[in-house]
C-alpha cells in the first residue's frame, strides 16, 4: 500500500514543489496549510501538473483539533513539516510571534506522532544554525548555535534541539534535519514559484521584483568582501532539486534504524552576487539595473554546504544549474504578474 505523508506548509513554496515530487512517487499526501503565506491557488497548480489533488486542510498547525481528526482519520507514515514562519527582518521586530508559531507547531506534532503511533518526522532547518562558524564547507557535525543573529534563526536552532531530544527520549521515533541553503528558481511549467507579497529580503525574490519592474533597482550589499569579487557567497539550490532531497530523505527515514539523522541540502557550490546577477542577465536576456551599497549587517562573506553526507547515505545529487533557476524563476514571475 502506498505510504502516507502529512506535508505541513504545502501549499508553501517549498512544500509545494516537495507535494509534486511525492505524488511523482505515488506516495499519498494530505496538506494542513493556514495559507498565512501561500494562495489556496497553489492546490489547483499542485493538480493541473500532477494530475492528482492531494488533501488539504485549511488550518494551523496549531489547531490541536483539526490535527486530532486528520490522525484519528488516516494512519500517517511520517510528516514533512515545513509550516513557519521565515522572514528574518520580521522576526527580530514580532519574537513572539516567531517563537510561537515555529516552536508550538512542532510540539503539536510531536503530540499526534505520540497519541497516533506516527513514528516519522523530518524537519525543515536551515544553514542559519550554523550561526558564526566560518569552517566552511560546512559539515553536519559541526558546532551550531552560536552566534545566530534573530529570532527566526534561533527557533530552528531550538526546532532542532528539541527534535534530538525527543528522537532519543521515545522507542521508535525517527528524525531527520534538513538544513537548507539557497532555495531559488521555480517549477518549469512556470505555475509554482516565488512571489513574496511584502518588499523582499532575500536575493531572488528582489531581483525577480527588479526584472519586471516592480523596484528601480538591487542593491549589493557590499563589495568589499574577502572573495573573488568582493561580493558575499551562497550555496544557491534549485527549488526542485530541494524538494527531491526530501523524497529521499522520505524514503531513508521510512527504514531508518538510528533516531535523527542531519543533513545538508545545498550544492556544495558556492556564488556571488554578481554572479547570480550576471547569470540572470544571461539566461533572460536582460540587463538588470543594479548599485553597489553597503554591506548588510549580520552578513557572512561567505556560506556553502558539504552535501557529500546527504550524497552518500541518501543518493542526494542536485542537477540543476544557478542559470536553470535563473530562468525557471524569471518564468513563474513573468507568468505571475501577467506581463507575459
Ligand atoms: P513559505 O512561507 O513559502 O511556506 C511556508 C508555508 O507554511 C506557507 O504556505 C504558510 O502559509 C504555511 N504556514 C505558516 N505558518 C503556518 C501555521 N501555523 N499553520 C499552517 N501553515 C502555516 O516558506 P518556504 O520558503 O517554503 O519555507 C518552508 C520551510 O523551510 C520553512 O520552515 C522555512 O523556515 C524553511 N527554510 C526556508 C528557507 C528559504 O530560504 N526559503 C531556507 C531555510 C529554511
Ligand atoms: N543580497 C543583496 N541584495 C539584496 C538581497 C540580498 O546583495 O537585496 C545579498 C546578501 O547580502 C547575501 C546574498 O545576497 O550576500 C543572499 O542573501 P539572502 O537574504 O537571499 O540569503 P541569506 O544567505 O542572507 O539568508 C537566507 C535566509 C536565512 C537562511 C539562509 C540560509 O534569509 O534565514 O538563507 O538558509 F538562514
Redesign the pocket.
Known amino acids: 500500500m502506498n505510504k502516507t505523508v502529512l506535508v505541513t506548509g504545502g501549499l508553501g513554496f517549498i512544500g509545494s514543489h516537495t507535494v509534486l515530487d511525492l505524488l511523482a512517487n505515488d506516495y499519498e499526501v494530505i496538506i494542513i496549510d493556514n495559507l498565512v503565506n501561500s494562495h489556496i491557488e497553489v492546490l489547483d497548480h499542485i493538480a493541473t501538473i500532477s494530475g492528482k489533488k492531494p488533501l488539504f486542510f485549511e488550518a494551523d498547525v496549531r489547531n490541536e483539533e483539526v490535527l486530532n481528526k486528520i490522525f484519528k482519520e488516516y494512519h500517517i507514515d511520517a510528516i514533512i513539516h515545513f509550516a513557519g514562519l521565515?522572514a528574518?527582518g520580521e522576526s527580530v521586530k514580532k519574537p513572539t510571534l516567531y517563537y510561537d508559531v515555529n516552536i508550538n507547531t512542532t510540539l503539536a506534532l510531536l503530540k499526534m506522532m505520540k497519541k497516533y503511533n506516527c513514528h516519522n518526522i523530518i524537519f525543515s532547518s536551515?544553514?542559519?544554525v550554523y550561526g558564526e562558524s566560518r569552517e566552511l564547507p560546512f559539515t553536519e557535525n559541526m558546532n551550531v548555535g552560536v552566534g545566530i543573529k534573530n529570532p527566526?534563526?534561533e527557533t530552528k536552532y531550538i526546532n532542532e534541539l528539541l527534535l534530538k531530544d525527543f528522537a532519543t527520549s521515545e522507542d521508535d521515533m525517527h528524525v531527520i534535519l534538513l538544513r537548507?541553503?539557497?532555495p531559488i528558481g521555480a517549477h518549469k511549467s512556470g505555475l509554482l514559484g516565488e512571489d513574496p507579497k511584502d518588499i523582499p529580503?532575500?536575493?531572488?525574490p528582489?531581483v525577480l521584483k527588479v526584472a519586471v519592474g516592480e523596484l528601480d533597482h538591487?542593491?549589493?550589499?557590499?563589495d568589499d568582501y574577502d572573495t573573488p569579487d568582493g561580493?558575499?557567497i551562497?550555496d544557491y539550490i534549485h527549488v526542485l532539486d530541494l524538494a527531491h532531497g526530501h523524497v529521499l530523505a522520505l524514503s531513508k527515514i521510512l527504514g531508518m534504524k538510528d533516531k535523527c539523522e542531519i543533513y545538508n541540502l545545498g550544492t556544495g557550490k558556492g556564488s556571488s552576487?554578481l554572479e547570480i546577477v550576471h547569470a540572470f542577465n544571461n539566461v533572460n536576456h536582460i540587463k538588470l539595473p543594479y548599485v553597489i551599497g553597503p554591506r548588510?549587517e549580520g552578513?557572512a562573506a561567505m556560506?556553502f554546504a558539504s552535501i557529500e553526507k546527504a550524497r552518500k547515505e541518501l543518493g542526494f545529487e542536485p542537477i540543476y544549474t544557478i542559470e536553470d533557476a535563473c530562468l525557471d524563476a524569471f518564468n513563474f514571475i513573468k507568468k505571475h504578474v501577467g506581463k507575459e
Not at 529580503?201 to 531572488?204: G, R, V, W
Not at 538591487?218 to 557590499?222: A, E, K, P, Q, S
Open positions: 521565515k528574518v536551515s544553514a542559519t527566526y534563526g537548507y541553503f539557497n529580503n532575500n536575493l531572488m528582489y538591487l542593491t549589493v550589499f557590499g561580493t558575499c551562497r552576487v548588510r552578513d556560506s
